[in-house]
């Protein structure tokens, strides 16, 4: 459930042309959520699983697979922003994230123009522009916030890129400001959690290193990075959070990282197990001594972070390419 009093958000990693034409609206109204993410790999699934686009699809049969891909899209980003938009109206959230094309991610001006254009083509001034986190979408990040765009910046694994894109969004924010319009622009970084503890816990635990942490604890790490930073308009959104396995409990990286002027973005299961779940307590800030002291035992453990940092912002860009080629393969 969203925590006002808190200043925590719920947000749902999830996006399908007929659920958000009704189930998504009920969550909505109870509270449960206040906002929602989307990237390539859901689309892909969406797209490629749901009938509720076929109608559209034909329509689009002329079209490139890009083409269709982005009508698509849209029409799904614009359905679950209108959904949202009495929140955001309110100030209390209300965004939906649309992510460029993956295959821009090296690419500051493509990621610009495309960003603007799927702004201003979906029309509605809740959406947020995801951006990953990579040298060239660092600039891309502050030149979409300093024309008055919300920005998602997504796959970040590492304090270093957190602190690129706080950088980035708080230069791109004192350009907009600056400009005297009194839209309030936000952004939120996506720090991705669980893909730590999925690569590392059995390294660990045969180190004699109690597992499941390497994800809470390095979001905890940029949580305090966003936080010092001081920035209202910035804050941390907590993504990957689901539970594959049963290793851990399905809200396991909800419960555990519970934060005032903080984001969760899950899958739906995960969810409906945190509304279930009788803690909701404030789990961070952690200490960043507490924090430096576990990641001297994953140091002793032979555990190198920039080296698993790197491989694992490599290895979503690829994923987020695969799927986006699925997709475009599938609407061709």
Wanted: charged share 25%; hydrophobic share 40%; with cysteine.
């Amino acid at each position: 459930m969203v925590n006002e009093q808190l200043g925590f958000s719920l947000w749902l990693d999830f996006i399908e042309r007929d659920f958000l034409q009704k189930e998504f609206k009920r969550l909505i109204e109870e509270g449960i959520i206040n906002g929602a993410t989307s990237n390539p790999a859901i689309f892909a699934s969406s797209i490629a699983t749901s009938t509720a686009y076929a109608t559209q699809l034909n329509e689009l049969k002329n079209h490139s697979a890009k083409a269709k891909y982005e009508a698509l899209a849209k029409t799904d980003i614009k359905l679950a922003a209108e959904a949202l938009k009495p929140l955001y109206d309110a100030g209390k959230d209300g965004f939906v994230s649309i992510e460029v094309d993956p295959f821009l991610c090296n690419d500051t001006d493509g990621t610009v123009e495309e960003g603007l254009r799927l702004y201003q083509e979906i029309g509605m001034e809740n959406v947020m522009i995801k951006v990953p986190a990579t040298e060239a979408g660092y600039a891309a990040m502050k030149e979409l916030m300093s024309k008055g765009i919300h920005v998602n910046a997504t796959l970040i694994f590492s304090p270093q890129q957190a602190l690129k894109c706080l950088d980035a969004m708080t230069e791109g924010l004192k350009s907009w400001r600056e400009t005297g319009n009194s839209k309030d622009v936000q952004g939120v970084l996506s720090v991705f959690v669980s893909r730590f503890d999925r690569m590392l816990d059995k390294q660990l635990e045969e180190k004699g290193v109690q597992p499941g942490l390497v994800g809470i604890m390095n979001a905890a790490k940029v949580y305090n990075l966003v936080e010092k930073r001081g920035e209202k308009a910035i804050r941390t959104l907590f993504a990957s959070t689901g539970v594959k396995g049963d290793a851990y409990a399905a809200d396991y990286y909800i419960k555990g990282l519970m934060a005032s002027h903080s984001v969760n973005t899950a899958p739906l299961t995960t969810i409906e197990a945190f509304i279930k779940s009788p803690d909701h307590t404030p789990k961070l800030p952690i200490e960043a001594d507490k924090i430096d002291e576990f990641f001297e035992k994953v140091a002793s453990a032979g555990i190198d972070m920039d080296a698993v940092y790197e491989k694992l912002l490599s290895d979503g860009l690829k994923a987020f390419e695969e799927a986006f080629s699925g997709l475009l393969s599938h609407l061709e």
